[in-house]
């Protein structure tokens, strides 16, 4: 009997052993991506901004995509294809790229298109910082005083990826602290969310609310289309004015009309002309 207790106590505890041991999906057991899933989109938030501190902060937004680090590392790379599927980058092109560093032409829109920024950026490779994979930007020149962004990639497991884009951007005109970083924040929401969507083989948000307005009949998408088709080349579309009145937001400047551009000599600034026609 004494032997068949110690036998039966010996089982119990492997069992409660095996149980204390058994693997468990490596996500599940991470607090942050548990958060992110549970909540379905974009986690925003905002941090002091430093080195040099401003008195805008930084932008920033997280979310999980299903989808392995390296397919989302391509696409966070693809710095010239962000103004197909990011609608916070209304121009995107890569000028050059030297030793992993890509120079890169962006323009932003912000205040719902009421003003656009253009910045020249170094965006840095991929480095290692702890457990994340970091992809930064160093402002160069353009329109602003500043611009920084930051790219943060981790994997929680082989088919699981946090993403996060903090942004910072210091415009030369006076808008208040507030304003600027209300919409840093949501165009880092818009970026991270766009990438998850592609990266899933989702529909841009974009293109899933024209669907639904066109299958109404006298849809806005439709006056919008008819109106693009029949406006001169060069010429906004319709109903890209985030929801403003249309005379509202005027055409984006080019870079070539800027009057804070480098020196006409430089070959750099030929490349963000180019890009400006394109």
């Keep these: 009997m004494k032997k068949w207790w110690s036998l039966s106590l010996i089982a119990l505890s492997l069992a409660v052993l095996a149980l204390s041991y058994s693997p468990r999906p490596a996500w599940a057991a991470d607090a942050e991506s548990e958060k992110l899933a549970s909540l379905g989109r974009a986690l925003r938030y905002t941090l002091k901004t430093t080195g040099p501190a401003s008195a805008i902060d930084t932008g920033g937004a997280a979310i999980l995509v299903k ?3 390296p397919a989302v590392r391509k696409l966070v790379t693809s710095y010239g294809n962000y103004k197909t599927f990011i609608s916070s980058f209304d121009q995107s092109r890569v000028l050059s790229k030297r030793k992993g560093t890509s120079e890169v032409y962006l323009q932003v829109p912000i205040l719902n298109g009421a003003a656009h920024i253009w910045t020249v950026a170094d965006m840095s490779p991929p480095a290692k910082d702890g457990s994340d994979e970091v992809i930064s930007g160093r ?6 005083a500043d611009f920084r962004a930051r790219w943060r990639l981790r994997a929680v497991d082989e088919h699981h990826t946090i993403l996060k884009l903090e942004i910072f951007v210091a415009p030369k005109l006076p808008f208040p602290p507030s304003v600027v970083t209300t919409q840093l924040v949501r165009a880092a929401d818009r970026a991270v969310t766009a990438v998850r969507d592609r990266a899933e083989g989702k529909p841009p948000a974009g293109a899933r609310s024209t669907t639904a307005s066109t299958a109404a009949p006298g849809g806005s998408a439709q006056v919008a289309a008819s109106a ?3 406006a001169p080349s060069g010429s906004a579309p319709a109903g890209q004015s985030g929801g403003q009145d249309s005379r509202a937001a005027a055409p984006a400047p080019s870079p070539a009309s800027m009057s804070n551009l480098p020196p006409a000599e430089d070959a750099s600034v030929h490349r963000a002309k180019d890009v400006a026609r394109r």
Excluded: E
Excluded at 139 to 144: D, L, S, T
């Design 67 to 69: 989808a392995p680090l």
């Design 139 to 144: 402002f160069k020149r353009g329109n602003v």
């Design 228 to 230: 693009s088709a029949t």
